[in-house]
């Protein structure tokens, strides 16, 4: 009988202990170690106002089918949310201005599509920019801001890449590779494209009218629920402090667990100081991971609210607002109840210690910022009939250029039955976590399985 351990019991941690238990049966051993007060880690639903409201991750992008399948494998596939077909709004130069369509992560495929966000000389800018050579080198790896800025202009970057990417990573355009946050942008690149226009247009997915975003009825506490009961881990809530090879793990109560296999479904941070010692390389390369800490202040409103017929706004870089991002969740997903739901969000990556929101801000701040906010956007008084605030520190991992490279590094350096799972791997949604974890627990069952045959 095999005995696995994993560590951390997020969505990470609980989909690979529910794909250990499909693939090593009922005999088994899975132990789960989270310390927390409920499994999910980001994954955290909460009644506001009386409804279901995610105040961590909200949503999974609908055109990977990881999140799709696994619902329909769980019994949940009528769970499954489809959004509204409500646009966003970008907030930029103190206005609310529609979302530009025929873009890629906010990066244009023309001219036309930036009309309006921008000024007239950089809509020229645009328009003559696949008339200027191109120096691109197959495999390098820029920073989204740094390609933009060059081929298109600063206000390309800040008014339309920043609020996309930014919501997204709660970083920058200047933070974020290109491989990591458009890989089918750097594919076209790699593969010839003559422009940055040429690019963009050639990675745009194709046009149709499915919803790009898809969330579960109910909340995510709906799927966290359910893979822990179809994963059937034993849950110790305590926190892994110390691998020993062979494996055994020792907890922060003193006790200690052997396991002929482990998942390290944790931060890089956490898995850099916990591999140090048995896995130096993959330690490094997780130590060059940086994370941005957000908070999220959900409300929910009288339903007379004055709101748009929109899904939210994604806010330009340099603007007045404190908040990077309002989603109005009634509006996205359709209103359940007798009031509107909205989500705020604040925090990014390279903001000073003094001034990162989820570490210095106090509740009563930032429900002040979240009202002031709403006010300023969308011109008319609000009153909250119910909050919660939820903070997030260090859990937003930052994609910057060169992070496919360091991935590889980090799985290189571990040994064959020691594998990671998380958010810094392979993309930061729910779906890229999704098919993380099912990576390690395929890792895992080949490793046993050689040592076997052997």
């Given amino acids: 009988m095999s005995s696995y351990c994993v560590v951390g019991g997020g969505i990470s941690g609980l989909t690979a202990a529910y794909r250990l238990r499909v693939a090593a049966g009922d005999e088994a051993s899975i132990t789960l170690f989270d310390p927390a007060d409920r499994l999910g880690g980001v994954l955290r639903t909460e009644r506001v106002g009386g409804q279901p409201m995610d105040v961590g991750a909200e949503a999974f992008v609908v055109r990977r089918p ?175 402090d110390r691998i020993e090879p062979g494996w055994v793990l020792h907890d922060d109560t003193g006790a200690s667990w052997h396991a002929d296999a482990v998942v390290l479904a944790i931060p890089a941070p956490r898995l850099a100081s916990l591999v140090q010692g048995i896995a130096p390389r993959a330690a490094a390369a997780a130590g060059r991971v940086a994370s941005a800490s957000t908070a999220i202040v959900a409300l929910a409103l009288p339903v007379d609210a004055a709101l748009p017929d929109n899904s939210g706004v994604l806010v330009a870089s340099g603007e007045r607002l404190r908040a990077k991002a309002i989603t109005l969740s009634s509006r996205k997903w359709g209103r359940r109840g007798d009031v509107e739901l909205v989500r705020l969000s604040f925090g990014r990556f390279g903001d000073p210690p003094a001034h990162q929101p989820a570490r210095s801000a106090s509740d009563d701040e930032l429900l002040g910022w979240a009202v002031d906010d709403l006010e300023a956007v969308f011109g008319a008084p609000v009153e909250p009939v119910d909050a919660r605030v939820r903070r997030w520190v260090d859990a937003m991992p930052q994609y910057g250029p060169g992070h496919v490279d360091l991935v590889a590094e980090l799985r290189a350096g571990l040994p064959p039955t020691l594998a990671a799972a998380g958010s810094y791997l392979d993309g930061i949604g729910v779906a890229a976590c999704v098919a993380a974890a099912g990576r390690a627990a395929a890792e895992l069952q080949n490793a046993l399985n050689t040592e076997v045959a052997r």
Avoid: C, K
């Avoid at 619902?71 to 966003?88: F, M, N």
């Avoid at 990417?165 to 200047?174: C, K, N, P």
């Fill in 66 to 240: 990881e999140v799709p399948a696994l619902l329909a494998e769980l019994g949940l596939a009528d769970r499954q949310l489809d959004t509204t077909g409500a646009r966003p709004l970008i907030y930029s130069q103190d206005r609310l201005q529609p979302m530009p369509s025929g873009t890629l992560a906010g990066i244009p495929s023309s001219p036309a599509s930036m009309v309006g966000l921008v000024d007239d000389a950089t809509v020229a800018r645009i328009a003559a920019e696949p008339g200027r050579p191109l120096h691109w080198r197959p495999g390098s790896d820029p920073s989204v801001g740094d390609l933009v800025a060059d081929r298109f202009g600063e206000q390309v970057v800040s008014r339309s890449v920043d609020p996309l990417l930014g919501g997204v990573y709660a970083g920058s355009a200047a933070t974020i590779g290109v491989r990591s946050a458009t890989p089918s942008l750097a594919a076209a690149l790699d593969a010839g494209a003559a422009n940055l226009t040429d690019a963009v247009g050639r990675a745009l997915p194709p046009s149709t009218d499915g919803r790009v975003f898809g969330a579960v009825d109910g909340g995510y506490t709906v799927l966290v629920d359910e893979l822990a009961r179809a994963g059937r881990p034993r849950w110790v809530q305590a926190a892994v």
